[in-house]
Every structure is written in structure tokens, then in C-alpha cells.
């Protein structure tokens, strides 16, 4: 006995690529056991096509994201998490299969949204701590998102989806994007990685003098779009007063993300918007305002910063190991930890601070 499946939305994205591809036929990849079944990959296929403009790279685009078949969720207006994944890496000429640990890398992606439910828009930046490409000699550490330039949003039998193109950065385009906006360092660059391809061996936009003053007088003129910033070693200790000693409440921080939260403060407070700090158990929302002060309630700390205090704050937010108090908020303590950067093997391979 056998049931016909019915694969609307894998047809749907098929007939999107016919578009642009014709007839050539992709590598593809399909997963042999679901991962509802404990597979390990949850992506049911990863297709790969040649592309030869705006130079030689492989095209690879996603399959599992959103609804292939029968409808399931109860959303209408969109399949599954609404988007599927792309990926533009540049090829050899003489290169006939894609390389694996790009599809790793995508599987990778699947897994994080699989498990934590967060998707990816376009603007979204993802730190990857080491090379997108493991062993490889490239300054590529993180991850942006973009619409794919081909590939418009379309309407399936199951809803919408958008393809979000996965685009490879450097630690400090990064930076750029967190203290500006991700999408208007990726169009200040575009001249030279036209398309959003990914090449392993490429250096830093910012290296670039017109792109280095472009990206400095976006964040003076409109400051960070970064609202919130999740911070691994990001603590809160509730100071002990008494008769004969006094410890002050205290905020901690790792060294690696002391100095992009300094930055992103400035971006933010001065433009009179506020940022939020998520860390495992705690969450420190820094606000503007004309009287600085701190408030506890349960697991959220609130900081209100005049200017007088983002400066002084500023001055001690270094990706040092330190601990310091702040004469504008009488008892509030900061202590900056050292960062213990790891392989995946979990052996310790920098220390910041």
C-alpha cells in the first residue's frame, strides 16, 4: 500500500529556480532519515547549482525550512518558519562538487532554528566564534542575512516564504553591522562582493577607505539598530550591606563583548534609544534618560544612563579584566571577566582579557 505525497512547497521553490537555471540539473543532497525520525540533519534536501554570474560560485539553496508538503501548521499566511536558506560560495572553474562543509554549515543552521524556534530575517547577524570554515586560513568568522537577490519572496499552496541569503563576514564587518545596521554595511560593500558571494579568501570591506567612511558616518548620523545583544557571561550579584561591610550590586560581563557593548551604548543611548543585554539568567536593560539610576526586579536589572554617566561608563568598558564602580550610580559595581574562547573539542584557543 502506497499514499501519494503531494510536494507543493518543494515544487513551489523548484519552479522559482527553473526561473533562473532552466533545465540544468543541481547537486543535491537529501537527508535518508528524517530528523523527526532522529536524524540527525533536519533539512530534508540542500540542492547546489552553477552559477556563473556575477562570477563562478555555487548556489546552494535550502529545502526543510518551510512546509514541502501536505499544510501543518496553523499559520496560513506562511510555510513553516517562512523562509528558506541560501548560500552564494564562490567555485573553481574546474570544480564539479560543492564542498561538504557548506552543506554542514547549513545543516548547522537548521539545527539552531530547529531547536531554539528563533528564524532568520534579513538584517540578522549570526557570530559563528572561529572560521565559517573549520581549519580554513580565512578572516570569515560570522554570518549576515539578506534577501537573496534573485530569489523574490513567493506564495505557495502552504503560504509565504522569502529566501534569506547567508553571507560570510569578518570579525570586524561584524562590528560595523552591530554598532550600525547589518544591511547597510552588506550595501556599502556590494560593489565588491557583488551578489552577497561568499569567498573564503577575501579580506575586510572596512579595509576599503570608502567603505570604512560610509560605515563610520552611518553610525554618526543614525547610530545602532542593535536592540538587543545576547551575552554569554553576562551575571548579576546582589550586593551584602551590614554594619560593618558593604558590597555594592554588581553587573558582570565577558572581556570578548565589553567593547562592542560599549560602542553599542553610545550608538543607542545618545540617539535615545535603549539596548537590551540577554544573558542565560538575567537581563540588564540599559535607558536614557535625564537622571541615572538602577532599579532590580526579579530576573530583569534596569539601568537609566544620562550622558554624564554613559561617559564614564564608556571610559571603563574595555575588553580588559577589571572591576570598577560609577560615581553618577552610588551602588552599582561592574566587573569585567576574562573570556575563555574554545575549539570544538573545548579546548581553551584564546583568552581575551
Same mark, same amino acid.
Given at each position: 500500500m502506497?499514499?501519494?505525497v503531494?510536494a507543493f512547497?518543494?515544487?513551489?521553490?523548484?519552479q522559482?529556480?527553473?526561473?533562473?537555471?532552466?533545465?540544468?540539473?543541481?547537486?543535491?543532497y537529501?537527508?535518508?532519515?528524517?530528523?523527526?525520525?532522529?536524524?540527525?540533519?533536519?533539512?530534508q534536501?540542500?540542492?547546489a547549482?552553477k552559477?556563473?554570474?556575477?562570477?563562478?560560485?555555487?548556489?546552494?539553496?535550502?529545502?526543510?525550512?518551510?512546509?514541502?508538503?501536505?499544510?501543518?501548521?496553523?499559520?496560513a499566511?506562511?510555510?513553516?518558519?517562512?523562509?528558506?536558506?541560501?548560500?552564494?560560495?564562490?567555485?573553481?572553474?574546474?570544480e564539479?562538487?560543492?564542498?561538504?562543509?557548506?552543506?554542514?554549515?547549513?545543516?548547522n543552521?537548521?539545527?539552531?532554528v530547529?531547536n531554539?524556534?528563533?528564524?532568520f530575517k534579513?538584517?540578522?547577524?549570526l557570530?559563528?566564534?572561529?572560521?565559517i570554515c573549520?581549519?580554513a586560513?580565512?578572516?570569515?568568522?560570522?554570518?549576515?542575512?539578506?534577501?537573496?537577490?534573485e530569489?523574490?519572496?513567493i506564495?505557495?499552496?502552504?503560504g509565504q516564504?522569502?529566501?534569506? *541569503?547567508? #553571507?560570510? %563576514? &569578518?570579525g570586524? !564587518?561584524?562590528?560595523a553591522?552591530?554598532?550600525?545596521?547589518t =544591511?547597510?554595511?552588506?550595501n556599502a560593500?556590494?560593489?565588491?562582493?557583488?551578489?552577497?558571494?561568499?569567498?573564503?579568501?577575501r579580506t575586510?570591506?572596512l579595509?576599503?577607505?570608502?567603505?570604512?567612511?560610509a560605515?563610520?558616518?552611518?553610525?554618526?548620523?543614525?547610530?545602532?539598530?542593535?536592540?538587543?545583544?545576547f551575552?554569554?557571561?553576562?551575571?548579576?550579584?546582589?550586593?551584602?550591606k551590614?554594619w560593618?561591610?558593604?558590597h555594592?550590586d554588581k553587573?558582570?560581563?565577558g572581556?570578548k563583548?565589553?567593547?562592542?557593548?560599549?560602542?553599542?551604548?553610545?550608538?543607542?543611548?545618545?540617539?535615545?534609544?535603549s539596548?537590551?543585554?540577554?544573558?542565560?539568567?538575567?537581563?540588564?536593560?540599559?535607558?536614557?534618560?535625564e537622571k541615572?539610576?538602577?532599579?532590580?526586579?526579579? *530576573?530583569? #536589572?534596569? %539601568? &537609566?544612563?544620562? !550622558?554624564?554617566?554613559?561617559?564614564?561608563?564608556?571610559q571603563? =568598558?574595555?575588553?580588559?579584566?577589571?572591576?570598577?564602580?560609577?560615581?553618577?550610580i552610588p551602588?552599582?559595581s561592574?566587573?569585567?571577566?576574562k573570556?575563555y574562547?574554545?575549539?570544538?573539542?573545548?579546548?581553551?584557543?584564546?583568552?581575551?582579557?
Amino acid at each position: 500500500m502506497s499514499e501519494e505525497v503531494n510536494a507543493f512547497g518543494w515544487d513551489a521553490i523548484d519552479q522559482e529556480l527553473l526561473k533562473i537555471y532552466g533545465e540544468q540539473e543541481p547537486k543535491h543532497y537529501g537527508t535518508i532519515l528524517p530528523y523527526s525520525l532522529g536524524g540527525e540533519d533536519p533539512l530534508q534536501g540542500i540542492s547546489a547549482y552553477k552559477s556563473e554570474s556575477p562570477v563562478p560560485h555555487w548556489h546552494f539553496v535550502t529545502y526543510g525550512f518551510s512546509e514541502l508538503y501536505e499544510k501543518e501548521s496553523e499559520d496560513a499566511d506562511y510555510s513553516g518558519f517562512g523562509f528558506e536558506l541560501t548560500f552564494r560560495l564562490a567555485r573553481n572553474e574546474d570544480e564539479e562538487e560543492p564542498p561538504a562543509w557548506a552543506l554542514n554549515l547549513l545543516q548547522n543552521m537548521g539545527r539552531y532554528v530547529f531547536n531554539s524556534g528563533n528564524v532568520f530575517k534579513s538584517g540578522d547577524y549570526l557570530d559563528a566564534n572561529g572560521p565559517i570554515c573549520l581549519d580554513a586560513d580565512t578572516l570569515l568568522t560570522a554570518l549576515a542575512f539578506t534577501l537573496d537577490p534573485e530569489l523574490p519572496a513567493i506564495d505557495t499552496p502552504n503560504g509565504q516564504l522569502e529566501f534569506i *541569503q547567508m #553571507v560570510g %563576514i &569578518t570579525g570586524d !564587518e561584524l562590528e560595523a553591522m552591530q554598532i550600525w545596521n547589518t =544591511l547597510g554595511v552588506l550595501n556599502a560593500g556590494v560593489e565588491f562582493i557583488p551578489s552577497y558571494v561568499t569567498d573564503l579568501s577575501r579580506t575586510s570591506l572596512l579595509q576599503i577607505p570608502s567603505i570604512a567612511e560610509a560605515v563610520e558616518r552611518g553610525m554618526e548620523e543614525e547610530g545602532s539598530n542593535t536592540g538587543y545583544l545576547f551575552v554569554d557571561q553576562l551575571a548579576w550579584e546582589q550586593g551584602k550591606k551590614g554594619w560593618f561591610s558593604k558590597h555594592l550590586d554588581k553587573v558582570m560581563l565577558g572581556a570578548k563583548q565589553a567593547g562592542i557593548i560599549d560602542k553599542l551604548l553610545r550608538g543607542r543611548i545618545l540617539k535615545g534609544k535603549s539596548l537590551i543585554l540577554v544573558g542565560r539568567e538575567i537581563r540588564v536593560v540599559f535607558e536614557p534618560g535625564e537622571k541615572s539610576e538602577y532599579s532590580v526586579e526579579e *530576573q530583569d #536589572v534596569t %539601568i &537609566t544612563l544620562n !550622558e554624564k554617566a554613559l561617559i564614564e561608563l564608556s571610559q571603563s =568598558l574595555k575588553p580588559q579584566e577589571s572591576e570598577f564602580e560609577l560615581a553618577s550610580i552610588p551602588g552599582l559595581s561592574f566587573q569585567i571577566v576574562k573570556t575563555y574562547l574554545k575549539d570544538q573539542e573545548g579546548n581553551v584557543v584564546e583568552t581575551i582579557g
